[in-house]
């Protein structure tokens, strides 16, 4: 079946700094979310992305969808101890029913103040 | 807005027993989830729901069942519980038109023992 490759698994930043992390797909998709999980809660929607191409942010969050459909990247500038928790990337084929959103690992994510 | 509503939040199992997981949401969405996360892995799709009366398999739908008498209310069932089903158990749910944004609830941690 398809999968998504994210990474990097695990990070440890310095408060203030920029993150990067990324997904990749072996296969095509025409969505692709990023969700956010905090210890014992659910998955929250940070961003979707809908187009090749397309670049998005919500406050110090972007996010892009690559142009070969195939991966996308999420950065957030400026750390602050409150971006603590997993990262998921989640994509979508159309040719699929709705149910088919593959997601990744997720990227765990720690801030030292 | 209470969003997606789960209940229990924990809840611990002998092999072979029963139970039902509950989910609602009261977001008027037509499209319902339910997914499991194990331990430093993404969620995996167990089954899914495009409307009321109508419910299809996700990538790993044995050992449980579901029902979708009304748009709100999506139960996940386990008949005979298995150490295989210890994992936290999600329900999610999505706008039908043409938006794959994925609302997730807060999650069951369930431990089969």
Known sequence: GQQLNQSPQSMFIQEGEDVSMNCTSSSIFNTWLWYKQDPGEGPVLLIALYKAGELTSNGRLTAQFGITRKDSFLNISASIPSDVGIYFCAGMNYGGSQGNLIFGKGTKLSVKP | ?113
């Open chain 2, 1 to 113: 807005n209470a969003g997606v509503t789960q209940t229990p939040k924990f809840r611990i199992l002998k092999i072979g027993q029963s139970m039902t997981l509950q989910c609602a949401q009261d977001m008027n969405h037509n499209y319902m989830y339910w997914y499991r996360q194990d331990p430093g892995m993404g969620l995996k799709l167990i089954y899914y729901s495009v409307g009321a009366g109508i419910t299809d398999k996700g990538e790993v739908p044995n050992g449980y069942n579901v029902s979708r008498s009304t748009t709100e209310d999506f139960p996940l069932r386990l008949e005979l519980a298995a150490p295989s089903q210890t994992s936290v158990y999600f329900c999610a749910s999505s706008y039908s038109g043409g938006s794959f944004e994925q609302y997730f609830g807060p999650g069951t941690r369930l431990t089969v023992t």
